[in-house]
């Protein structure tokens, strides 16, 4: 699976982006997708993912309530939209994909990582 993040830019605080990641191959359906982020000097964490169907989504706490993550199995794309964003938010975020269905927060669970997109929230 080969997956391109796209959708990063610079943003005002307050404002929203939407993060699409688009994978190719068939069996996109068959993966849990998920959301990471990275800022300089911090180790990657997890942001959101969602299960196979898109019936079960999962998140940090620092963003709940304002991201949303969901995903297209026909388009095999998956999408990130922030909104409210804080400067703490800037990252470089990517997407992922793993076949494992358990600890969807973790980054050892997940097979296939595209390239990065960089968010930068300006304060």
């Known amino acids: 699976v080969q997956l391109q993040a796209s959708g990063g830019g610079l943003v005002q605080a307050g404002g929203s982006l939407r993060l699409s990641c688009a994978a190719s191959?068939?069996?996109?359906?068959?993966?849990?997708m998920g959301w990471f982020r990275q800022a300089p000097g911090k180790e990657r964490e997890f942001v959101a993912a969602i299960s196979r169907t898109g019936g079960n989504t999962y998140y940090t706490d620092s963003v709940k309530g304002r991201f949303t993550i969901s995903r297209d199995n026909v388009k095999n794309t998956v999408y990130l939209q922030m909104s409210i964003l804080k400067p703490e938010d800037t990252a470089l975020y990517y997407c992922?994909?793993?076949?494992?269905?358990?600890?969807?927060?973790?980054?050892?669970?997940?097979?296939?990582w595209g390239q990065g997109t960089l968010v930068t929230v300006s304060s």
């Open positions: 992922a994909a793993g076949s494992s269905r358990t600890y969807p927060t973790l980054v050892a669970r997940y097979d296939y």
């Open positions: 191959g068939r069996t996109f359906s068959s993966y849990v």
